[in-house]
């Protein structure tokens, strides 16, 4: 919202005589070039504008100013001179290399260090100073030479290829198709080969954070069976089981299977069926109404339905197969 009233107040006061010489904004840090003494008069101008937003002005100190990670500094009357900005308090952590994060988290940090060290516009003494800084980092956590060098020497090539060749990259007309899965080495890295043949990456994520490791002490009041996902219900009578998912609360979902039972016509329901299929009617067992996964996103309710589905140890009322259907779900049910 804020990003859309700074568009329109730039088309706005643009032909104003206080609009200043260079105006640059990234989303709500904006980088102006403005006579000392009219600063005061434009912060006014900008607040009367937007009520709602707060704009607060920062002035260089000592010819010195910072922009996001760029520190700009005075070269001369006519020139400017651009150098990479870390706050005071930067600590040089980041995620270390014995952490059990995918190698793309990894690099991610020093990827990005690497592109800012070749786009930025740096003279010669402060690109060697971040290029060592940029090798230091990378000792603290734990990275070798060999790593950095690496990705320092691929942005230097991609740099110099945009820059002093006329080769462009070929870009593929496919649309790439990404899929995000949890990390886990032993399985991951194998697919990751296997859905490369088919054009699709796998964007992995670690599960094992600081958050998931400590305990909620928080109460929590709600009943189970008032959250959505994937639902099990229980015959009494014999050891057969229903699977079934609902994006609504899973209660209503048994209600309705009680009801068809009750009230039956064949075909509205799978438990139903099964209850009314045999010459000794069968019971449904309601106090074995379980959640067996909590789902509140809507597009996974159909994954996860058929894993449990996929289970190979168990027998089912549901007569339609899994809605999604692949082998590796038999695989994970043999590995439960």
Known sequence: MANTLICEFEEKIKNHPLFPRFWSRYVDDIFVIIDNNKVEELEKILNNEFPTIKFTFERENEGEIAFLDVLVSRKNILELKFSIYRKPTHTDRFITSDSF??????????????????????????FVREKNCISRIATINGFDNHFISKIINKHKKNFEMKNFTTLL????????????????PLITNKLNESFKKHDIKLVQRSKFTIKNSLANNKFKSRNKLHESGIYREHCKTCDYKYIGQSKRRIFERHKEHVGAIKNYQK????????????????ELDENKFELLKKVNCE????????????????KLMNKDPPPISSYLFGYIGKMN
């Not at 990259?169 to 886990?184: A, G, L, M, N, Q």
């Open 101 to 126: 994060h995918c190698e793309q988290h990894k690099r991610a940090t020093f990827n990005s260090m690497a592109f800012r060290l070749f786009n930025i516009p740096m003279e010669k003494e402060d």
């Open 169 to 184: 990259k070929i870009e593929s007309d496919k649309k790439k198709k990404f899929i995000s899965v949890p990390y886990f």
């Open 267 to 282: 075909g509205t329901s799978a438990v139903a069926d099964h209850m009314h299929s045999f010459k000794i009617k069968h």
């Open 299 to 314: 597009k996974k309710l159909n994954g996860w339905e058929s894993l449990y589905i996929s289970n190979i140890n168990q």
